[in-house]
């Protein structure tokens, strides 16, 4: 006994304590940002363009740290969601069109990832009629009947499932030294079908609801000033963790499906198509990962969204309150899943469109929320010693004008020329 | 014209001088609280330009007319513009509009949508925040299109009487954040401090965390104390959580040891140690001995304040005595008579001796019965015993008779109400 409380006393096990307590909201948030729309645009990218987008990785995580970082101190210094403080600080009228804007993109997302869900289980022959209404009751039931502490448990297991990518990725058998010749000295052509891809990828990793989710599960978790530096570990952590999962998709499709010469529409065409190049088992680990990723997400982004459209606009808010409570919160929770999920089952519903559609709308969003936030970073009054030093901020205004720039660009090319995409 | 006026129908009107010259759009403004229960207008906030925006503020003994327009008296070039935003004892759109604010009476957290004033005389009364839906529209500016639509469709529909008032003496505004803002925390202090503490305690309860503990830290430190007593364990536990360690000391010096106790029972070795360190030595060495009992036994549950006396003191040297430890938290109502060893001799109260004459020896006001627990009984032998005589208030006594500490009976009844509860929970 003695013997483990002097392990427990250990400056780095006590340290290493305390961020497990504190892990969850960052890697959560990462990984669910790896949802249908994120695989299917990995697995395009590596069917059709080999390992040559892979460097792209990279920056995209230096990206995501550094954007993912602020959502996490704003959450820390001012114990507030993001949407309370664009509330606060920009009026009424902005928030309220962000808000709706924000309600039909991940409304779009929604539809998009329920579609994922039929799709991951089609591929077993599993019918949509039965699987999709099934999906929506579960998510419903997990948020609405289950505490914070229990639902967190449930996402961290759903994190680690994405192993199963990994394992494609082994089971492929890629020409390792290429893959890595391709990461860091990549051969990059510019012509417009690998620019659209590139924005794409882009696109997907840096979504809206993902700064409100982060920013309000921190918040919710109640995370004290002193503990910040676990929580900075937990969203740097969950920012690599993410681009290794989609890194491995990308190399899973490269070293088969590019290969092999065949080209796919969509994740689950990827998944099928790896059978007879990779075996049985490696269809079964990348649809088995689809799923997960898809019914993951399709229990976040509901929540995340009801949450902040009622922080916004002043409503009642809580998985813990009663509906009389909270009408509005428990009506837009409820109506998301039932469309999300409903319009999936209507015959011959465009769900490709949807999908770019709901691409697009992110990438519309992207700019102001990205903005909003470094204004409010950067504000004293509110932030005290934790704003931006300057150092930090030519950085982000850097990143965040790229990802800016880059985000019209996409939005100009699904507008201008919708067939180069997806 | 009406007597009351809405927050969003007056901002951004613009303001003009005597000579109809426009000086700028009204941004904000500036209250004075004051006495009264309704803060008072007191400066304008005109704005001017969009990208170099340019600040002023002007007194509201100037304002001359207050309708579409507002105009002011004097000239434009009395008025001085600057870049930064003036700040005062409350300035509407920074501490009040779309804030979050408690509601005293509900004891829930809303968002304020609007302000409705109360006009006399060319000056604004704030009367009441309006946290509703129509407000909510009002701020978009489609109040009109959205009335007309339900007023077609659904005349009968409550959105159109129902407004979602809270009359700013029942609001509190939230102080922000962990950085933000000294200004509100005197509001806050002023309005607060008339509420009973275990009502605050109530209202605590329904807040998250970080509204728990900006709440907390808006109040004076006696009713910090008296409030954090009414908390719940738990609670007690959150809000130490997220003080600094000198802070939590500080607070705990100051609480019944009893309560301390039951708090630091449940914290983590380590954090109680560096809680001790910074605590007085006095209060910590009280702390530890009091740690070391079981926690429902006798010396778990007692407190070590109470109000003690030599064996040679007189009525005078008690009635002394309870004047002045009338601020104290403790029981003062029972006296302990003790030796030189801190044996306990004898137990007295107010009513034996209060008319007794100040010369008095207080060793013949005592009680004839030596009634006390020691510190290793249980719960139920203490509950029986304050229920056979009647007591509110026990003293607990270690092995050689020396005083440790006293029970009041509401330390025995929140543990059985938690062990009841914890039956009737389990029946259902």
Known sequence: MQFVEKIKNLKFVRNFLLFLAIMGPGIITSNVDNDAGGIATYSLAGAHFGYTLLWSLIPITLALIVIQEMCARMAVATGKGLADLIRENFGVKITFHLMWILLVVNLLNVMAEFAGVAASLEIFNINKFFTVPLAALFVWTLVVKGTYKTVEKIFLTACLFYVTYIFSGFIAKPEWTEVFRQTIRPEITFDLKYSVMLVGIIGTTIAPWMQFYLQSSIVDKGISIEQYKHVRMDVVGGSILAPIVAFFIVVACAATLFKAGITIESAKDAAVALEPLAGKYAKILFSFGLFNASIFAASVLPLSTAYCICEGMGWNAGVDKRFEEAPE?????????????????????????????????????????????????????????????????????????????????????????????? | MDLFIFFSEILGRKVIDQDNVCIGTLSDIGMNLGKDVYPKSTYLVVKRGFWGKRFAQVSWDKVKELNKVIKISGDISEIQYQKQRPVYELTLCLDVLDQQVVDMDDQKVVRVNDVSFLKVDNYLYMAHVDVGTRGLVRRLGWSQTIDGMVKAFFPKSEYLTKEDFIPWKNTQVLTLGRTKNVLRLNIAKQKLSQIPSAELAEIMEDLDIFEKYSLFKSLESSVQLKVFSDLSTPEQEEIVDQMSDQEAGKLLENIPSDDAVDLLLNLPKEKISTLMRVMGTKKSKKLRELLDFERDSAGGLMTTEYLFLPKNALVKDAMKKIQDNVESSANIYHIYIIDDQHKLLGTTSLRNFINEDSWTPILDTCYPKKVFVRTDDGMEEIALLLEKYKFSVVPVLDEQDILKGVITIDDVLEELISIAWGKYKEKL
Request: with cysteine.
């Open chain 1, 329 to 422: 919160f428990f009506g837009l929770y409820t109506a998301l899943i039932a469309i999300g999920a409903g319009v999936v089952l209507i015959p011959n519903f465009p769900l490709l469109k949807i999908m770019y559609f709901s691409q697009v709308g992110n990438g519309i969003l992207l700019p102001f929320i990205l903005i909003f936030m470094l204004i409010l970073i950067n504000d004293k009054s509110l932030m005290g010693e934790f704003t931006n030093n300057r150092v930090l901020n030519i950085f982000t205004w850097l990143t965040v004008i790229v990802i800016i720039a880059l985000t019209l660009l996409m939005v100009g090319f699904s507008v201008f020329c919708p067939n180069q995409f997806i």
